[in-house]
């Protein structure tokens, strides 16, 4: 599988081959209340989505990309290849950045952990 | 009085895993996606004054600078709605809240952004001065007229008849006017000076009326007997119940000054009514009713007062708070319903007095008591030899 990102505004794609550990996350925002009777109400609220990319070996041009995006929060799409007809709208949720390891022996391609999530 | 929605709304609110809908608009423009937390609104039959509530919103982006660059927009018109989607015909929402921005703060990316309901303009109009009070003292002017003209006239809410009234719930407005005009119920005010909401406070007051925001609008009731119980509440949806009773609710002996003379201060007439078997089991609980802004003209009126309050007020009456999930939501304040409870032991029927609505997490609490109810009639069929000997 793969994972193909791009900003919401022209620009180019990134393509992302994720490692074996990656991780998708899903989250509610959601309330139970249960009644004297045991009656179980359930109020969601909303649905958020995460992914927990590993990625190696990304090329110096797409870490760029990657980090530029997470600079300035750029909306981005998130496509996986395994269901290519849902796009998902994301933002990188990375707290520092999120491509910054080299790969050894190389230097030109690069290393992270990268956290999507939509908004 | 319940709220006025289709049924499949009010399947929605009972349902188990409901698609809630939840907005928040400013002029009109919807910033539900923007909200953090959502507020907690809450109304009282009788607590005439402009209830706040505080919304936080992300502002990480600056969307709510606008307030800071055009501080005429701090007059914006708001609006908190509630409501479910159809999987057909789109959103059914209701209306939770109708005013003002009041406040706003801005801290980190978050802005707090305080509403205020439309009562606050009824808060900073005035009525009369002291060299020139407005007196209304023709002889035949109901309650509901003093009313009206403190609303329109002085307060600055719409006079337009209908449903289309933006400020006053028209309908209960006529039902309640109604109350007063079979009765010929007549009162005289003076005002020197006080703001409008006080006026309409101690109408309120001294003819026992509620008078509180529904549905972002005014209305007005003054509750009757029943005859059957709308609804009721039992353990499928209550979450929590508690009960308590006060000695001080007893009320056995209640005068109603009436008759005011501005000039010597004075009220020249002074009914009472008492409940000679609630002397005897409390010991007497006196209250007067008198203001001098509002009063009966003539002592039929104030008896009749003395007497509705002794109807409910003789004998200490229950107090409940019951917590709901959206189940209550239809249910509106002064609604009857019958609330029951096997431990307790209590099944009886009482209206809903205070309602607060917590739009972040979905729950309700009720304050519901006997105060503004008599035991409803209620048709025991099984006692009967047939429903057919109904007919």
Known sequence: MSLIIFPS??????????????????????????????????YIWATMSRWKIPVSFIASQDASYINSWWQSGTALYLVDTLRPTITNSVMILNTSLPVGKYVQPYTTLYAGDITLGTY | MPLSVTSWFVDQCAALVPTIVRKFTINASDYSSRVTR???????????????VTIGAANEDGAFNFFIDNKTTLTSSCTLKFGFTHP????????????????????KGECQI?????????????????A?????????????????WLCTSYGGFSATSGPTNPDIDHASFLAWAAVFSADTVYMQARFEGKPVIEGLRSVG???????????????????????????????????????????ADIVNRQYVNAAYAPASNYWTITPFDQSAASINSYGL?????????????????????????????????ERVQVKTPLTSLPMLIGETLLVQDSMLGIGAGWRIMEKQINMDDGM???????????????????????????L
């Open chain 1, 9 to 42: 505004s022209p620009g180019d794609n990134v393509i992302l081959e994720p490692e074996w550990d990656y991780e998708t996350n899903d989250i509610q925002n959601r309330n139970e209340h249960i009644s004297r009777s045991g009656r179980r109400y359930l």
């Open chain 2, 38 to 52: 959502w507020p907690t609104i809450s109304a009282g039959w009788n607590d005439l004054r402009p209830q706040t």
């Open chain 2, 88 to 107: 057909t015909s789109g959103d059914e929402l209701t209306t939770l809240f109708a005013g003002t921005v009041d406040k706003v703060g801005y801290a």
């Open chain 2, 114 to 130: 305080s509403l205020i309901d439309r009562l606050r303009q009824l808060t900073q109009r005035t009525i009369g001065k002291s």
């Open chain 2, 132 to 148: 020139a009070p407005v007196i209304w003292s023709g002889a035949t002017q109901l309650p509901s007229h003093i009313a009206w």
């Open chain 2, 205 to 247: 007051r001294m003819t026992n009326s509620a008078i509180f925001m529904s549905q972002g609008k005014l209305a007005f009731y003054r509750f009757t007997n029943v005859n059957t119980n709308i609804t009721s509440l039992d353990n499928t949806s209550i979450i929590d119940l508690t009960l308590s009773m006060d000695d």
């Open chain 2, 285 to 317: 609980h006196e209250d007067i009713l008198k203001d001098a802004t509002v009063w009966y003209v003539t002592s039929v009126h104030a008896l009749n007062m003395a007497q509705r309050i002794m109807f409910t007020s003789g004998q200490p009456y």
């Open chain 2, 364 to 390: 309700i609490i009720n304050k519901i008591d006997g105060s503004q109810i008599a035991d409803p009639f209620l048709l025991d069929t099984s006692i009967l030899d047939g429903t057919d000997l109904l």
